[in-house]
């Protein structure tokens, strides 16, 4: 399935550590006919480089609202990040490979109604 997603974040720098706030306007295109949703999230990056995030999928519960939960860890003197988390309850785990501007991600979750593998191109300008 292909859809069409966009998002906006901002960036707070403070002292030993750096926040960042977003939101998502999902399938904007309407291409599954639930009507678009809204997700908004924070993080905060610790001075170990160690990232922490939360988000909430569908705030406005169009569809169904979920909680998801997560921490990020690049690998020192590498390209690779590698990625843990919750959605909804449900354990992932993913990981990260960055080139210039642009990386390529895979995620794996087991969930309720079965496994899901996830790839995707994200660039970062």
């Known amino acids: 399935n292909t859809w069409l997603d966009i998002g906006l974040m901002k960036r707070f720098e403070l002292p030993?550590?750096?926040?960042?706030?977003?939101?998502?306007?999902?399938?904007?295109t309407e291409e599954f006919g639930a009507g678009m949703t809204f997700d908004?999230?924070?993080?905060?990056?610790?001075?170990?480089?160690?990232?922490i995030a939360a988000d909430i999928v569908d705030v406005t519960?169009?569809?169904?609202?979920v909680?998801?939960?997560?921490?990020?860890?690049?690998?020192?003197l590498t390209a690779l990040t590698v990625r843990a988390?919750?959605?909804?309850?449900?354990?992932?785990?993913?990981?990260?490979?960055?080139?210039?501007n642009w990386e390529i991600s895979a995620a794996y979750g087991d969930f309720d109604w079965g496994a899901e593998t996830v790839v995707s191109i994200v660039g970062c300008f």
């Open 16 to 28: 030993l550590q750096s926040w960042a706030v977003g939101v998502v306007a999902r399938d904007v």
């Open 40 to 51: 908004v999230g924070a993080s905060v990056e610790l001075p170990t480089d160690l990232l």
């Open 61 to 65: 519960d169009e569809v169904n609202s």
């Open 67 to 76: 909680v998801n939960l997560g921490a990020q860890w690049p690998v020192p």
């Open 85 to 100: 988390g919750l959605a909804d309850g449900d354990f992932t785990l993913g990981a990260g490979y960055t080139v210039m």
